[in-house]
């Protein structure tokens, strides 16, 4: 017998973007359906936040119950290359906000914000599985089958897809299109660091660029109980060339760079090494009649500047409103309400992703005679602050700016 169910949202996925925006729903009175794959709390990388993100947080209600989790500190980042250092504290920012955030195990910060969606009214179903999706005329028709083999149709308003990697109505729409990011691998683990005190800054993530290799890096993301979340990032053809194993590969690249070799060489395993690859994704839409794609499920770039979380939960506060509305009965131009001021603070992120690999981003950051109010206006970028359109160094000319500025950069070295 197959059950029949009906809610004003259904939102599919429990991470951060699901969590807030059935958290801002359900505040606003109306019935939300949470559907999430696995069982909580759950592994997943992506660890260092961005100050934004507290704002966002803050702003649905849920910023005491992450305060009371005691994570790590986070006031800015470090990078590291060749005996080069550079910092960015996010309280030196030109950009209104939050000028600090945390570094969080994200198995325990996630569980904290999906028991405050549920908290807040929103019902959640653990380890429910999407298998149909259909949207004629604008009206949701979502199959489901739990852990018991127990199947639903779900026949809600309007959906929001929150699920992340799993990409759950781009595959099952066929939304997928190609992205322009190259392919590239990121190996990870977590470890006991064993750093001795003062030996590095626990309140940053540490960016390291690899000696020889520079579109190959590094982070280091110190948590508050002696672990340390510890990755490297290249194109597959790279980094497979220096073992057989993921381990050996992430070793043997971490031991090219002697500041990061010293920093580690007493560290003890916690998790074993694992791989993801081919991680950047596009949609050829963010919305349509019945659904709309919040976070990674829409859009996801690179991890080196930490922007998942933050554009996942900037999606969930923009769309809420939209969700509203539909509601009521109005009609939205999603693309224009939605996806295209979505995509101006993506845009930032991507320019800088783009002259990350390319060295020009690189160049900016190293080069010792940094301008004062441009490295503050790009410490806002680098702190979350991507759709503040007062900043020149965002929207659709970040790409010329950065490019401009680092060959003023280039001259003057």
Same mark, same amino acid.
Not at 87 to 95: G, I, L, P, R
């Given at each position: 017998m197959v059950n029949y169910v009906m809610t004003d949202v259904l939102i599919i996925g429990a991470g951060p973007a699901g969590a807030v925006a059935a958290a801002l729903l359900a505040q606003r009175g109306h019935k939300v359906l949470v559907l999430e794959k696995q069982l909580f709390p759950r592994f997943s990388i992506g660890e260092s936040l961005l100050a934004q993100s507290l704002g966002l947080i803050d702003e649905a209600g849920m910023l005491e119950a992450v305060q009371a989790a005691n994570f790590q500190f986070k006031n800015g980042a470090a990078f590291a290359w060749r005996g080069k250092y550079t %910092?960015?504290?996010?309280? =030196? #920012? /030109?950009?209104v906000g939050y000028g600090h955030t945390y570094q969080v195990i994200r198995a325990d910060f996630d569980h904290i914000l999906i028991k405050e969606a549920q908290r807040m009214g929103a019902e959640v179903r653990f380890e429910v599985e999407i298998t149909g999706a $259909?949207? /004629?005329?604008? #009206?949701? #028709?979502?199959?489901? &089958?739990?852990?018991?083999?127990n199947i639903e149709i779900h026949t809600p308003k309007f959906v929001l897809d929150a699920s992340g990697f799993g990409r759950t109505l781009p595959r099952l729409l066929k939304l997928e299109s190609p992205t322009n990011q190259p392919v590239r691998v990121a190996y990870y683990t977590q470890v006991y660091d064993k750093i001795p005190s003062g030996a590095f800054d626990r309140q940053k993530i540490r960016v390291t660029t690899h000696p020889e290799h520079r579109d190959i890096w590094f982070w280091l993301i110190p948590f508050s109980n002696g672990l340390s979340s510890m990755g490297v990032v290249g194109t597959e053809q790279q980094l497979s060339a220096r073992g057989a194993t993921y381990e050996e590969r992430l070793w043997n690249l971490t031991n090219d760079d002697p500041q990061l070799r010293e920093l580690l060489k007493n560290h003890q395993p916690f998790r074993p090494v694992g791989e993801l690859k081919g991680y950047s994704a596009n949609v050829s839409t963010m919305a349509a009649p019945g659904f709309a794609l919040l976070g990674n499920a829409a859009e996801f770039l690179d991890p080196v500047f930490s922007s998942g979380v933050t554009i996942a939960l900037k999606s969930a506060h923009m769309a809420v409103p939209l969700v509203e509305r539909t509601l009521k009965g109005e009609s939205i131009d999603w693309k224009? =309400?939605? %996806? $295209?001021?979505? &995509?101006y603070g993506v845009e930032t992120f991507r320019a800088f992703v783009d002259t990350w690999y390319d060295g020009r981003l690189q160049d900016i950051f190293y080069y010792e005679k940094q301008d004062p109010t441009i490295k503050r206006m790009i410490c806002s970028v680098l702190a979350g602050y991507a759709w503040d359109k007062s900043n020149p160094y965002t929207g659709y000319k970040t790409l010329q700016r950065l490019d401009a500025l680092a060959k003023t950069c280039r001259k003057g070295s």
């Open positions: %910092e960015y504290n996010f309280a =030196e #920012k /030109v950009s $259909e949207f /004629v005329d604008g #009206k949701p #028709k979502i199959t489901t &089958r739990d852990a018991q083999g224009a =309400e939605f %996806e $295209e001021p979505l &995509r």
